[in-house]
């Protein structure tokens, strides 16, 4: 059985930090594409950024340069490093694993960006 569980979500004041983790179970992780996704409530899903298992990574325009993906293989563990935040970041932020084919969602952390 598959599980994500996201973890440091939070209010931060605009242009602070705050650090995401994912930790994962029922993959082998090296070998899952892992991303984070953000969504606003009546909008789609989207994108934020993604690390394959081969450690690329790609990401969003709007959060590029603020936030780092990175995944600890060992620990079976993605994170988000989300520096310089704005208000536009408040979202829910899920966890994502694209592995054999299929793709694994977290229950999701708060994310809110205010003064």
């Known amino acids: 059985q598959v599980q994500l569980v996201e973890s440091g979500g939070g209010l931060v004041q605009p242009g602070g930090s705050l650090r995401l983790s994912c930790a994962a179970s029922?993959?082998?992780?090296?070998?899952?594409?892992m991303g984070w996704y953000r969504q606003v409530p009546g909008e789609q899903r989207e994108l934020v950024a993604r690390?394959?298992?081969?450690?690329?990574?790609n990401y969003a325009d709007s959060v590029k340069g603020r936030f780092t993906i990175s995944r600890d293989n060992a620990a079976n563990t993605v994170y988000l490093q989300m520096n310089s935040l704005k208000p536009e970041d408040t979202a829910v932020y899920y966890c994502?694993?694209?592995?054999?084919?299929?793709?694994?969602w977290g229950q999701g952390t708060q994310v809110t960006v205010s003064s």
């Open positions: 690390i394959f298992s081969t450690g690329t990574t």
């Open positions: 029922g993959i082998i992780f090296s070998i899952g594409d």
């Open positions: 994502n694993a694209y592995y054999r084919w299929r793709n694994y």
